[in-house]
């Protein structure tokens, strides 16, 4: 039960009185005090605000190579192109930078904050109870910082299409045509496993005991779909909206850098291993698990983005860019899925998986988060003064980026990448 403050009649939620209180103080202090009142009522509510201060606390210790191009896009092209066909997130970005005189930080802000927001909502989903220190670790570690941060818009359509899945079982036509125009607008590139995933989830939802060999044989379809896909030189259909998607997949598909895999790579020996091989055998082995409890498993539509994604990655692992993003789904729904077999089929406890997700995001914010360490974007020692707002100035402040975080003028100035 939320707890909730009153004042004249009015009832404020305990968790927005504790994002009031908490603007007075650094991010750090509002944190804790957001933590503390978590672990009092054991509510995940009370992770709103705590997600609120450490996003601001991450965009003044981090920084994304990738948001300095998407920084760069908004001031390089004022939208030439039809809004549906760009992408509306920059467009957005755009607009709101032109007309209202705000920040390109604060959409970063705003975008990162939603993905921790709808990734707590599909955890809340998929666990049912109170919450403990474990569900808390899963939730702050599942999400490397290179997912949430650099590969920003990818992670945003995916925890949107987790929560979106998770809500229901029961889906009508208008469910599946917002799920998939949303996904278009935000990211049209993780169509390629939701599409076939759709096909996948209804096949999963009406299959008979009887019948599962047709489901077995869907398996094998949509294997057989992406190693085609991976040998195919995709062209133009002349529809535009799809000519678009088209095209963004033709350019991962390439020669080009981040197309196909051509040995150089900042992460190279063990650390490769384990990222491209041992973590996707992990995958590998609740996928075999779920293929064979599918039955008994209530979230269908989660388990079939699973499969479909753990079905695309052996065919594109080649590809740079689809490998890491097919990575970025399958390391979110894994450990969804995984609450959900564990806890409801095989009753095991949940600190097995904060011990892997500890782990997991241990080795990954230090092998792979090179491209959001502040020294890595801007210009040697520019950014330290930035960086130590965070720790003491109030957060009502830090929300101001035009004068004290990294505002578009000190990206203008420090940046030392182009695209």
């Not at 009142?37 to 201060?53: A, E």
């Not at 169509?191 to 759709?198: D, S």
């Not at 997700?357 to 360490?373: D, E, H, N, P, Q």
């Amino acid at each position: 039960m939320t707890k909730s403050l009153g004042f004249k009649g009015v009832k404020i939620p305990l968790w927005f009185f504790i994002i009031i209180v908490g603007m007075l103080f650094p991010p750090i202090i509002s944190m804790i005090l957001a933590l503390i009142i978590f672990y009092v009522y054991k509510n995940s509510k009370y992770l709103i605000p705590f997600v609120v201060f450490g996003v601001l606390f991450l965009t003044y210790n981090f920084f994304s190579i990738d948001n300095v191009g998407r920084f760069d896009d908004v001031y390089s092209n004022f939208g030439e192109e039809l809004w549906y066909l760009e992408d509306p997130l920059s467009n957005l970005m755009r607009f709101g930078v032109r007309n209202l005189n705000l920040q390109c930080s604060h959409f970063f802000y705003t975008y990162i904050l939603l993905v921790y927001l709808f990734f707590l909502n599909a955890l809340k989903q998929c666990h049912s109870g109170k919450w403990d220190t474990c569900l808390l670790l899963i939730f702050i570690t599942t999400i490397s910082l290179r997912n949430s941060m650099d590969l920003l818009y990818y992670c945003f359509a995916t925890t949107f299409m987790c929560y979106y899945i998770t809500r229901k079982e029961n889906f009508s036509i208008l469910n599946y045509l917002i799920l998939i125009a949303t996904i278009y607008l935000i990211h049209p590139g993780l169509l390629i496993i939701l599409l076939p995933a759709i096909c996948l989830k209804y096949i999963i939802k009406n299959i008979h005991s009887n019948k599962k060999w047709l489901y077995y044989l869907t398996l094998i379809l949509i294997y057989c779909l992406y190693f085609i896909l991976s040998k195919t030189k995709v062209s133009t259909v002349g529809i535009p909206f799809i000519d678009a998607v088209l095209s963004v997949f033709s350019s991962y598909t390439s020669d080009g850098y981040w197309g196909i895999r051509d040995g150089a790579t900042s992460i190279t020996g063990i650390s490769y291993t384990i990222m491209y091989y041992i973590i996707p055998g992990i995958y590998f082995l609740l996928f075999i698990i779920s293929v064979l409890k599918v039955e008994k498993i209530r979230t269908k539509f989660l388990v079939a983005v699973f499969q479909t994604a753990m079905l695309m990655y052996p065919n594109f692992i080649n590809y740079v860019t689809l490998t890491e993003r097919t990575l970025l789904v399958l390391s979110i729904t894994f450990i969804l899925l995984s609450i959900v077999l564990f806890k409801e089929i095989f009753n095991f406890t949940i600190k097995w998986i904060a011990l892997y997700c500890l782990l997991i995001f241990t080795f990954t914010t230090w092998k792979g988060s090179g491209a959001v360490r502040l020294s890595n974007v801007f210009e040697p020692s520019s950014y330290n003064i930035v960086q130590t707002h965070s720790y003491y100035m109030p957060s009502l402040l830090l929300l101001d980026y035009k004068h004290f975080g990294f505002s578009d003028e000190f990206l203008m100035q420090n940046t030392h990448i182009t695209f």
